[in-house]
């Protein structure tokens, strides 16, 4: 049976007191604090326990009395001594952590830009400055989106297995016909975007995109810009020049020779592909003259029946639509010789032909 003394109750107070007012941080002071008031062992709590323990009632109520007036010290004088010790922990701070603002900045960030990113935000950049806004889609899609709503007949050959990621199961594709896939184009965004909203329409699409091909020049992901626009009376003629002048902003030449040589695609009627001139020697290719022709975009009238589609009257409503390949791009842009270094994640690779994260493309500014 525990019993206390007056004497006791003297000695644990003047100890608690000095050790409290010696503490030199507020770690050693919480360890006090556990030691005198902690809910198992603390001394205060046993103490506190004990008291029932003192037989006479007049000795008990003397104690109890000194107790309280004790544990309320040590208590006051924890909480003091603990302010004060913040004061001093944070001064000691702000001495030792000091920031010289005069030193000059770093001379380089260490991140860069990759050139999809880059080439993306050019490209948008430049589309944005003609009206155009930005659309998105999901890059798992169903084939209703990605082929069906496009008039990509069942038989055309890009829905044939080795073009094509099929995936198992339609989570993601409620509602539709039960096959998903990752989207082996831009396009679907074009049905999603109509889909939703309302005529007129003037947006691009950036995005990856997937394909079950990969050798020198194909990647199982790449990226594609779409672009796409709906209104009334729109002609090739708004194709033509639409693209010319994105053209010749890309590649910042104030005169670059383009040629629309026809071509198909299932949901535009006429289609055409777009080429650059260009000078192609042994080293490099040269964009911007010379006799031979690089091609860059694929385009075309949007088909009457993918507007129909959407439930557009194309008597009402025509368009044009345009994919561009983006590693195409950036490669013929900033001389980026191979397409698979694009993905192999290598630090060097990307510091020499990132972009600095601070030069945001713009027409302003510079792309
Ligand atoms: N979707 C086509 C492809 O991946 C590119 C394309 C061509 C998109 C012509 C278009 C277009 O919008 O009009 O090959």
Redesign the pocket.
């Given at each position: 049976m525990v019993t206390v003394t007056g004497a006791q109750l003297t000695e644990q107070f003047a100890d608690f007191i000095s050790r409290i007012q010696k503490a030199t941080s507020t770690i050693e002071l919480e360890a006090i604090d556990l030691e005198a008031f902690g809910k198992k062992s603390g001394v205060y709590t046993l103490l506190r326990k004990s008291l029932g323990n003192i037989p006479d009632v007049e000795e008990r109520k003397k104690s109890g009395e000194r107790f309280n007036h004790d544990a309320r010290r040590v208590e006051q004088a924890l909480e003091d001594r603990r302010s004060d010790l913040k004061i001093l922990e944070l001064n000691e701070r702000l001495q030792t952590e000091t920031i010289d603002v005069t030193l000059p900045a770093r001379a380089e960030t260490q991140g860069k830009i990759h050139p999809v990113t880059q080439v993306i935000e050019e490209i948008t950049a430049i589309f944005a400055d003609m009206g155009f806004s930005v659309a998105e889609g999901p890059d798992i899609e169903s084939d209703e989106m990605n082929f069906d709503k496009l008039n990509i007949p069942e038989s055309h050959p890009a829905r044939q297995m080795h073009d094509t990621f099929y995936l198992q199961g339609n989570s993601n594709n409620p509602g539709g016909d039960g096959k998903t896939l990752l989207r082996t184009?831009t396009?679907p965004v074009q049905i999603r975007t109509m889909k939703a909203g309302k005529p007129p329409f003037r947006f691009i699409a950036p995005g990856s995109t997937y394909r079950c091909d990969s050798d020198i020049t194909h990647t199982p992901m790449f990226h594609?810009v779409?672009g796409f626009v709906i209104d009334k009376n729109i002609h090739m003629g708004h194709l033509k020049g639409c693209i010319i002048e994105f053209l010749k902003a890309f590649f910042e030449l104030d005169n670059v020779p383009v040629r629309y040589r026809p071509s198909f695609?299932p949901?535009?009627e006429p289609?055409a592909e777009v080429d650059i001139g260009c000078t192609r020697s042994r080293e490099e290719i040269k964009i911007g003259a010379g006799a031979d022709w690089l091609e860059v975009m694929?385009?075309?009238m949007v088909h009457p029946n993918v507007l129909r589609n959407c439930g557009l009257d194309p008597n009402e409503w025509q368009g044009f639509?345009?994919?561009m390949g983006v590693e195409r791009l950036a490669m013929l842009k900033y001389g980026i010789p191979d397409l698979r270094t694009f993905f192999e994640s290598d630090a060097r690779w990307l510091k020499h032909y990132g972009f600095d994260a601070l030069a945001i493309p713009s027409l302003i500014g510079g792309l």
């Open positions: 184009h396009s594609q779409e695609f949901f535009t289609s694929g385009c075309g639509a345009f994919g």
